[in-house]
């Protein structure tokens, strides 16, 4: 089967649940600090994790600053263990299966752990200091309840790495289309992505997720890739960490925990996922094209009827929605309608990436979604911060043409439109605000389309070496268009003989010519600034590969996603989809 003919789809959903890694003795404390009694020189085997047998739970309140054999930080969701001469500390799942090593990078090299010292053990959770032959000092954090543990590097300049080889990860992107990479798609060993503050490692079959979150990364992060077809994989998530940055290594484990499955390209009807979803959640989905961008989805649960309207291409059909009541199933249909015509290398071909975003008022207390994460390890401050929660929202105001085309001609069929003046009065102002609303924001995506134009220029101008990466950047943005948006000087007009016949001044009007003509202007404002907000995302989404598969053009790109995000904050309405 052609890989590249082929859609690959996988489910992620993060999920912890007391199902998994229940603790193994009745005595164990929530969350404890043991010595193993003897260093080992190979990472702990499954069977000791889980057994811990010959290990001394260290009483709390003592903060030993040596041990026998190796330290281990533990609750019931994760185990941390710090053996050493490692060159990090080695993360297990809650049931006991080894998923990630957290370590510093020095020199762009790895080093061992030399030493090791207890700064914290009580119940709220307990830490350890441990020094590295390089020089570097990381305070490793563990608390209780949270499937996370937290690395805190001493200094300036320090680079985390995080290894917990995968072949897809994921970069969420909470204005635009998330980022999948898929290390069989980057030719490249080493590459850079944007720092989003998240990056989610899908690990084997669908069996568990790594996902690493950082609080004050100053740079993109860097990938590292190995291995042939394949066997090729994300081997390494180096995140740079600023003054007094914090990275969480988190690992969420459960049958299912993510799932994927491959479909012919082209596909064009709707398939049944082979997979038995965890529990409800909001979830979102990205297909992932040719061009390695990807189209993100929010997934419904039993809704009813596909069809829905978008200002973009009219009517098209949900393509991935979920049905059933005591067993539920999910359904995908690749949704070729959106891809924006001219595009080249559009068709759909994997892989396409589900998780839950928040909880729903179904989702179990004691689970967690990718929100709950962020909140329960930056805070709820920083979270909102960098998801720019205000921003994504959209606003409506004023009221919808459409609506006055339905209702006032039914006030004047009916002989009562003198009656409900007032009403009907108030509904034409507020026709032209709406209208004037969607002109503005149609107008300020036209003036991006010069400002970026104009800037792409001077970039192309001054880095002869990128003109081919920069010109895509300029026929991407030509797809805005340049055309300004002019509706409300017309419905305002349009309005003057409406208000005349509503006080029965002027009962000649054509209200049914006028109201038609309002919508008409309406419909066509909205198709521009929906079809102005595709071709910003997928210019940022472009963007946004063109760094993992070619790191020299970061520093061009990386300005391209801060002038999109920009663009994309404060949408109205009708332009979202």
Same mark, same amino acid.
């Given at each position: 089967?052609?890989?590249? @003919? ?24 929530? #969350? ?77 090299? +790895? ?43 001493? /200094? ?42 998240? %990056? ?21 992060? /860097? ?101 059933? +009541? ?62 720019? #929660? ?50 503005? @924001? ?23 070496? %990128? ?52 919508? /008409? ?47 994309? @904050? ?8």
């Amino acid at each position: 089967m052609n890989a590249r @003919r082929m859609l690959a789809v996988f489910l992620g959903i993060v999920l912890v649940s007391a199902a998994f890694g229940a603790e193994p003795s009745a005595k164990a404390p929530r #969350v404890g600090l043991y010595d193993t009694g003897a260093s080992s020189a190979e990472p702990l085997g499954g069977d000791a994790v889980a057994k811990r047998e010959g290990w001394t739970l260290v009483a709390q309140g003592e903060t030993p600053g040596s041990y026998k054999g190796d330290a281990i930080l533990a609750n019931r969701l994760v185990t941390v263990a710090l053996r050493k001469g490692a060159a990090g500390a080695e993360i297990y799942s809650g049931s006991a299966v080894p998923r990630a090593v957290l370590m510093p990078i020095t020199g762009g090299a +790895k080093s061992k752990i030399s030493s090791i010292k207890a700064t914290a053990n009580d119940r709220g959770g307990v830490a350890v200091e441990a020094c590295f032959e390089g020089g570097a000092t990381v305070a490793f954090e563990l608390k209780p309840a949270l499937p996370f543990v937290r690395a805190k590097p001493a /200094g300036e300049g320090v680079t985390v790495r995080v290894e917990a080889p995968s072949r897809f990860g994921v970069l969420p992107d909470f204005f635009a289309d998330d980022m999948v990479i898929d290390a069989r798609a980057i030719p490249v060993d080493k590459t850079e992505v944007p720092g989003e503050n998240f %990056f989610m490692n899908m690990i084997g079959d669908g069996e568990a997720i790594v996902t690493i979150i950082w609080d004050k990364g100053g740079d993109d992060i /860097g990938l590292t890739l190995s291995g042939q077809d394949d066997a090729r994989v994300i081997t390494g998530v180096d995140i740079p960490v600023g003054k007094d940055g914090n990275v969480w290594a988190c690992v969420l484990e459960r049958k299912g925990v993510w799932h994927s499955v491959e479909v012919p390209a082209g596909q064009k009807k709707a398939m049944d996922l082979a997979w038995e979803i965890p529990f409800e959640a909001k979830w979102k989905g990205s297909f992932m094209r040719e061009d390695h961008t990807t189209d993100s989805w929010g997934f419904e649960y039993n809704p009813g009827k596909r069809s829905r309207w978008s200002g973009v291409v009219g009517g098209y059909n949900l393509p991935c929605w979920i049905d059933g +009541k005591d067993k539920l199933t999910a359904h995908i249909e690749p949704p070729h309608k959106f891809t924006p015509r001219g595009s080249k290398g559009m068709d759909i071909r994997g892989p396409f990436v589900l998780y839950p975003i928040e909880r729903t008022e179904k989702t179990p207390v004691e689970d967690f979604t990718v929100v709950d994460l962020m909140r329960n390890s930056l805070g709820t401050g920083p979270c909102e911060y960098i998801m720019d #929660v205000a921003g994504q929202g959209s606003t409506d105001k004023g009221i919808y043409t459409c609506s006055v085309e339905a209702v006032l001609p039914l006030f004047f069929e009916a002989d009562k439109q003198k009656d409900e003046r007032v009403f009907l009065e108030s509904m034409l102002e507020q026709v032209q605000v709406f209208v004037k609303t969607i002109q503005d @924001r149609a107008n300020a995506y036209v003036d991006f389309h010069d400002e970026m134009l104009k800037w792409l220029g001077e970039q192309k101008a001054a880095h002869a070496e %990128f003109a081919e990466f920069i010109g895509g950047m300029e026929e991407l943005t030509k797809k805005i268009g340049g055309r300004k948006a002019s509706g409300a000087p017309r419905v305002a007009q349009l309005v003057e003989p409406l208000k005349k016949a509503v006080t029965g001044d002027d009962m000649h009007v054509n209200y049914h010519g006028s109201v038609r003509s309002i919508a /008409g202007i309406g419909l066509s404002q909205d198709n521009q600034v929906a079809r102005a907000r595709l071709a910003v995302k997928v210019l940022r989404r472009q963007a946004t590969i063109a760094m993992a598969l070619d790191p020299k053009v970061t520093p061009v790109a990386k300005e391209i996603r801060e002038r999109t995000r920009k663009i994309l @904050r404060g949408a109205v309405g009708h332009e979202m989809r």
